[in-house]
């Protein structure tokens, strides 16, 4: 069975400093992997995947993710945080083998942005 | 990527009765999904709606209790029946793209059952 974990519940940072948010997966396979995020009242919005090939993967408002097979990770980073990226971020795992085209999501990480 | 949209964004209803939730999609897919989000929470499936076929309920989840209709390519409804409290809850749908399990997610439905 596929799972994700995300180890931080809350992570406070001030802006203009880094972000990394951590994302542990678990798959029989290799996996296709997603981080989103989540804005106040909001849906989800797509931040990046990663399906296969260069393990460092570009995303949408500068965040970028790498995935490391031999740590079944896949960690969110972002050089210089904005106050707009006060969101709550959602790791999620799917693959070949996933029943159904179905995603598996982590617990998610509330980020907090101190002025 | 696919433009989704819900109704209603939110609503506010009386213990006892039901609220239908649309998801209406610019193109056509095969597979979209329902899931809700409990307050504080991750997202939780409740089904899979495939047009031509019922739905797919994920354990927990019955469709006496919720719903489902995939009408056509384009559109979905889920129906939370008979609400209490503990339905009170973000409801999102998504559509597969057709590629490696990627999603795209409506905005959503702010449910709150008194």
């Known amino acids: 069975a596929q799972s994700v974990t995300q180890p931080d519940i809350h992570i406070t940072v001030s802006e203009g400093a880094s972000l990394e948010l951590r994302c542990n997966y678990s798959?029989?396979?290799?996996?296709?992997l997603f981080w989103y995020v989540q804005s106040p009242g909001q849906g989800l919005q797509l931040l990046l995947k990663?399906?296969?090939?260069?393990?460092l993967v570009q995303g949408i408002k500068g965040f970028e993710a790498e995935f490391k097979r031999s740590q079944s990770s896949f960690n969110l980073r972002k050089p210089s945080v904005h106050w707009s990226d006060a969101a709550e971020y959602f790791c999620?795992?799917?693959?070949?083998?996933?029943?159904?085209?179905?995603?598996?999501f982590g617990g998610g990480t509330r980020v907090l942005v101190k002025p | 990527s696919a433009v989704i949209s819900q109704k209603p964004s939110r609503d506010i209803c009386q213990r006892g009765t039901s609220l239908t939730i649309q998801c209406q999609v610019d193109?056509?897919?095969?597979?979209m999904f329902w899931y809700r989000q409990q307050p504080g929470q991750s997202l939780t499936l409740i089904a899979t709606?495939?047009?031509?076929?019922?739905?797919?309920?994920e354990s927990g989840f019955v469709i006496d209790k919720f719903p489902i209709s995939r009408p056509n390519l384009t559109f979905s409804t889920l129906t939370v029946s008979n609400m209490s409290p503990e339905d009170s809850s973000i409801y999102l749908c998504?559509?597969?793209?057709?590629?490696?399990?990627?999603?795209?997610f409506g905005p959503g439905t702010r449910l709150t059952v008194l």
């Open positions: 990663y399906f296969s090939g260069d393990t």
């Open positions: 798959y029989g396979a290799t996996p296709y």
């Open positions: 709606a495939n047009q031509g076929s019922e739905a797919t309920y």
């Open positions: 999620a795992v799917g693959g070949p083998k996933a029943a159904g085209n179905k995603l598996t």
């Open positions: 193109s056509q897919v095969t597979m």
């Open positions: 998504s559509v597969d793209t057709g590629v490696n399990n990627e999603q795209f």
